[in-house]
């Protein structure tokens, strides 16, 4: 059983348009989950953390299911600079964390 | 901006040697991090650091590999006797509190041939 899932994709997507990932964990207790993205050869960098609310920043809008234990990313206005792997990330007990495989994105002109 | 960085960026090994990959985290965070990532696969997770001892480590993480804070910046993952499988990116990683947002250090390629 997988920890974490991500569907790898990938997902070709015109400039504009609206995309999104979704990312099921088997951990019910897990507390904390967050989105990275990762240019290729590059380290993960932070996009957000994903609050039990629910999130936004600028384009980008993260939701928590807590009951279907899946976290989801929405893009809107897709630009070329946002063609990246995109990785989910969840907190297990302790100090441990899980990684997806991540979902590929190419925003294509 | 405070960033997490390592050395060497890029580092080729005999197999059988030892390597030692150093990294600085951030300086006000108090957890530390190593990943791997093989190419073409996941993220994953080696260890996790705090208060100077080692507070998870996963099955990757066997007696070939530890780790040390030798001093008040530097936190190092040594890999004794390197195997072929052990090429891979190993990132750094450091939090300021437990389950916080991770901020990732560029990585060091290792190549044991």
Redesign the interface.
């Known amino acids: 059983r997988k920890e974490v899932e991500q569907d790898p994709g990938p997902f070709n997507v015109p400039e504009g348009a609206t995309v999104a990932f979704n990312c099921t964990y088997s951990n019910s207790a897990s507390q904390s989950f967050f989105w990275y993205r990762q240019d290729c050869r590059k380290e993960p960098k932070l996009l957000m953390s994903v609050y039990s609310s629910g999130n936004e920043d600028g384009r980008f809008t993260a939701q928590l299911n807590r009951a279907s234990q899946y976290i989801s990313l929405l893009i809107r206005d897709s630009k070329l600079s946002d063609s990246a792997t995109y990785l989910c990330v969840v907190h297990y007990t302790g100090n441990q964390f899980y990684f997806g495989t991540g979902t590929s994105l190419t925003v294509i002109p | 901006e405070p960033e997490v960085t390592q050395t060497p960026s890029h580092q080729v090994t005999q197999m059988g040697q030892e390597v030692i990959l150093r990294c600085v985290p951030i300086s006000n965070h108090l957890?530390f991090?190593w990943?791997r990532q093989i190419l073409g696969?996941?993220?994953?997770?080696l260890v996790?650091f705090?208060n100077n001892e080692i507070?998870?480590k996963?099955e990757i993480f066997d007696d070939q590999f530890s780790v040390e804070r030798p001093d008040g910046s530097n936190f190092t993952l040594k890999i004794r006797s390197t195997k072929l499988e052990d090429s891979a990116?190993y990132?750094c990683a450091s939090s300021e509190g437990?389950?916080?947002?991770?901020?990732?250090?560029?990585?060091t390629r290792l190549t044991v041939l």
Do not use: D, H, R, T
């Open positions: 957890y991090y990943y696969q996941k993220v994953e997770f996790s705090y507070s998870e996963s990116m990132f437990l389950a916080n947002e991770q901020f990732f250090g560029p990585g």
